[in-house]
């Protein structure tokens, strides 16, 4: 037990239930997974300036943000509840130091590692204006990482991950994540052409209207 885990009592039954911390600790993981899969996608949406097709780029933006937000919520949900659950040995240090918990620590450990990846993409998102605009980009581009980490935690420690239902949902988000990055990475916007070298381009190649 580390010096952090004594500050927590040693069993919290909420509202009567022994079992209401691990039930909340599912389910906010489940919530958070599916959370960061929609932000990330909607993050390459409003990456580009053609954004999502018919979908206007503000609104990939508010998007991206706000889940961003309820994501964080849902994170510190995930891991308190963790740490205060006592059927588990998980000290409030194995929520960012991976590969020490007393419980499952190489998955737990998958998930700290995510939690220090998100952690430095939020306080990187926040400082935005006093960082290079590539060391930003550089350290946010890091979910694409983070993702499969949290992914292969969940499917590590998560009760229910081998249950058809979270296995299907579970695909669908890697599928949604997948799509992103191909998305991101292999289907460049096209680079705008200056007027006067298309009018040119136009009349030289095709002829033009004459
Ligand atoms: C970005 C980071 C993380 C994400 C996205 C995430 C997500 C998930 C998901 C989806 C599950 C499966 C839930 C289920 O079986 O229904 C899970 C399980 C679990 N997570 Fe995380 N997690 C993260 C970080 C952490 C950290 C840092 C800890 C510990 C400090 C933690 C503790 C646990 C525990 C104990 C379980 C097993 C719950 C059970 O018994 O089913 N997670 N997580």
Request: glycine share 8%; with cysteine; hydrophobic share 55%.
């Amino acid at each position: 037990m580390t010096p952090l885990a004594l500050a927590i009592p040693a069993r919290i039954d909420l509202f009567g239930e022994p079992k209401a911390l691990w039930f909340i600790n599912r389910a906010s993981g489940l919530v958070l997974l599916v959370l960061l899969t929609i932000v990330l996608v909607f993050g390459v949406l409003a990456a580009r300036k053609s954004a999502g097709g018919k979908l206007p780029r503000f609104v990939s933006n508010e998007v991206h943000r706000g889940l961003a937000l309820t994501a964080v919520i849902f994170l510190i949900i995930h891991v308190i509840s963790a740490v205060l659950d006592d059927f588990v040995s998980i000290d409030l240090i194995n929520i960012v130091v991976p590969w020490g918990s007393g419980w499952k620590p190489v998955w737990i450990g998958f998930g700290a590692v995510a939690v220090d990846l998100l952690i430095a993409v939020i306080v990187t998102s926040l400082i935005r204006n006093r960082l290079p605009e590539s060391t930003w980009r550089l350290i946010h581009l890091s979910v694409f990482a983070m993702w499969p980490i949290a992914w292969i935690h969940a499917l590590g420690s998560g009760t229910d991950a081998m249950s058809p239902a979270y296995l299907a949902l579970s695909i669908v988000c890697a599928l949604a994540v997948l799509g992103a990055a191909l998305l991101r990475w292999f289907k460049p916007e096209p680079v705008p052409v200056p007027q006067a070298e298309t009018r040119g381009t136009r009349s030289a190649h095709d002829g033009g209207s004459w």
